[in-house]
């Protein structure tokens, strides 16, 4: 494996431990502290994730263009790590709001080209194993995140405000790293830059990459954002101070599964293992929806990160299969933009029907669009061969 891919693992990691840190407490300092209601944690979290989505198609064509990934990402990165003093420093919905936008802009920033990076580090042939790896890293990072609030609050009385300033600190050291540990080699071609995100260009995307960006999309409309899940077991009576127990739980899966599922897609069929990744999230979504405690709360928290694990690092591999190498930002960057949409409305929509009719209806709301997912694959996938995927 590449020494940049593990580089760009561990500038993962320690991003997702500053940002872990603070999103496992956010739901529950929303609207225990700040009295939010849950459709405004939901528009909140769908604004913000489908922001950073659509931000990648503007730098990850920009990247394309520029024929350099290393500065769009520094930019990124550390916009996420000024970003982190303002959760702190909160006091009302739109600070937070503020905070979550510029968080996930500068996510945005740095998706597409860092994917794109990942990409082009690595050889073809283990491309599946890379994002796998890059993934399993990251997802290390998002349960050490709230293994640390955990402590912290513990330490602090459920001081929230103490324990968002801490995570400022591994939020700099991932920049740090960055801008050390990856050197990016000058572009190959000396010809003058061409817009990729002109017609001509767009027109060499062809159908096998559109198909994979549809499947990004209803995968995300059919999963909302993972807030939902923290609410659900402070809904059951788990403590303020535990509440990250519920990414943790999640992560650890995720991580464990992402490196083993992303080498298996160098492999296997890539639309079987996204049938498995939905069949696993139609599980989840059940267990969630028949309660908030016990074994039906923490088998559907793990089932959840095992649907993360089968499913995001090979939907990576399957962009990056599908695009031109000198389109690789751009094709990463749509993807992206597409699924931002789909989660600004699963977001929305699980909270409205969080606050009108219950957290199990959302749940089995979830189940139901994963179903038609599913049948959906099936369909559109008879006669295709891997090779087109």
């Known amino acids: 494996m590449p020494a940049g ?35 405004v944690v939901g528009i909140i979290e769908g604004m913000a994730e489908a922001t950073a989505l659509m931000v990648k198609v503007f730098s990850g064509a920009l990247s394309d263009y520029w024929g350099k990934r290393k500065p ?28 979550r936008l510029i968080d996930r802009v500068g996510k945005g920033i740095r998706g597409a080209p860092r994917d794109a990076l990942v ?67 000058a572009p190959a071609s000396t010809s003058r830059p061409v817009n990729p995100i002109s017609r001509v260009n767009l027109s060499r995307l062809g159908k096998a990459y559109w198909w994979v960006v549809g499947v990004g999309a209803v995968f995300t409309l059919a999963r909302f954002s993972e807030a939902f899940l923290v609410l659900r077991a402070q809904q059951g009576g788990l403590a303020m101070a535990w509440t990250p127990l519920v990414l943790i739980a999640m992560n650890i899966v995720y991580s464990v599964g992402a490196y083993p599922f992303g080498k298996l897609s160098d492999k296997l069929s890539h639309p079987r293992l996204l049938g498995w990744g939905l069949a696993v999230l139609i599980a989840a979504d059940l267990l969630l929806a028949a309660g908030n405690q016990g ?45 931002g ?46 090779r087109f995927i």
């Open 72 to 99: 769009l990402a520094v930019l990124g990165y550390g916009m996420g790590a000024l970003s982190k003093p303002l959760f702190a420093l909160a006091t009302s919905v739109g600070m937070v709001l503020t905070a």
């Open 119 to 185: 990409a082009d580090i690595a050889p073809p042939s283990m491309r599946g194993a890379a994002f796998g790896l890059r993934q399993s890293l990251d997802t290390v990072g998002a349960f050490l995140g709230p293994v640390l609030a955990i402590g912290l609050m513990l330490l602090w009385a459920n001081d929230f405000r103490a324990v968002f300033w801490v995570a400022v600190i591994p939020a700099l050291l991932s920049v740090g790293l960055l801008i050390v540990g990856i050197r990016e080699d």
């Open 341 to 386: 949409l789909a989660m600004l409305i699963a977001s929305g929509l699980a909270g409205l029907l969080w606050d009108q009719f219950g957290a199990a209806t959302t749940f089995l709301a979830g189940a139901m669009l994963a179903v038609v997912a599913l049948l959906g694959l099936t369909w559109t996938n008879r006669g295709n061969s891997r």
């Open 5 to 39: 891919i593990w580089v760009l693992g561990f500038v993962s990691l320690l991003m997702d431990i500053s940002s872990e840190m603070i999103h496992s407490l956010l739901p529950v300092f929303m609207v225990t502290t700040l009295g939010m209601s849950v459709l």
């Open 295 to 339: 074994a039906a709360l923490w088998g559907g928290i793990a089932l959840w990160g095992l649907h993360l694990a089968i499913t995001q690092g090979l939907l990576a591999t399957m962009v990056a299969d599908t695009a031109p190498a000198d389109l690789l930002g751009t094709a990463f960057g749509f993807f992206n933009l597409i699924s």
